[in-house]
């Protein structure tokens, strides 16, 4: 099956600085989704990106299916970004497959 | 809009004793739905999926069940709950005819003693 890896694994900033997480998959997909687990556990869409790059806020995310990878970029990072970033990847009706996340801490 | 609700928020629970943990999806029909398991460490274990209902495949073989007993509802399921057991339990829905986002429920924290 299709695999997911996310790096750093942890990442500790000040706040204010900006961020770079990468997700690496090893086939073909047709869709990505980044996702936000906040400290009471919640997972929140960010960006759903199977190419292209969009941008919300201070948080914009860039997919290129052709080299399988995506970017998510977090700039003037503050202590509410705290939390684990997910990625996942899927084929047509296929189930997610999560990467196992970045740790981000973000430090006032 | 749609909305996923899931219940309980926290439980816990003896070992030996049942679990039925229920999700449930408004606004949207017929919509893909998915048990996730979060333990220890952060990863995600998807569990259990459904297309339909009374159609339930199965990732992982465990002591857990799910079943489909109506479009909108997912229902999680234990006869008799092992220490093991224990974790953050995440429903989620995809709608097959929309953009396929996947979006989560708020998650039930079980904890079996």
């Known amino acids: 099956g299709i695999q997911v890896e996310q790096s750093p694994p942890d990442l500790i900033l000040q706040e204010g600085a900006n961020s770079t997480l990468r997700c690496n998959f090893s086939?073909?997909?047709?869709?990505l989704q980044w996702f936000h687990q906040n400290p009471w556990g919640q997972l929140i869409n960010l960006f759903y990106?199977?190419?292209g790059t969009k941008q919300n806020g201070r948080l914009s995310a860039t997919t290129v299916a052709t080299e399988r990878y995506s970017l998510l970029y977090i700039s003037s990072s503050q202590t509410t970004d705290s939390g684990v970033y997910f990625c996942?990847?899927?084929?047509?009706?296929?189930?997610?497959?999560f990467g196992k996340g970045t740790r981000l801490s973000v430090i006032a | 809009s749609q909305t996923i609700h899931q219940w309980p928020a926290t439980l816990v629970q003896p070992v030996g004793s049942p679990l039925s943990l229920e999700c449930t999806v408004e606004?949207?029909?017929?919509?893909?739905l998915y048990w996730y398991r979060q333990a220890a460490g952060r990863g995600l274990q998807l569990l259990f999926y459904?297309?339909?209902?009374?159609?339930i495949s199965s990732e992982v073989p465990q002591n857990l069940s799910a079943s489909r007993p109506q479009d909108r509802q997912f229902i999680l399921s234990s006869k008799k709950l092992l220490l093991s057991d224990s974790g953050f339990y995440l429903c989620?829905?995809?709608?097959?005819?929309?953009?396929?986002?996947?979006?989560f429920g708020a998650g039930s924290r079980l904890t079996v003693l």
């Open positions: 606004g949207t029909s017929n919509p893909n």
């Open positions: 990106i199977p190419s």
């Open positions: 086939d073909s997909v047709n869709n």
């Open positions: 996942a990847v899927y084929s047509g009706n296929t189930p997610l497959v």
């Open positions: 459904s297309v339909g209902i009374g159609q």
């Open positions: 989620a829905w995809r709608d097959r005819r929309g953009a396929n986002v996947l979006t």
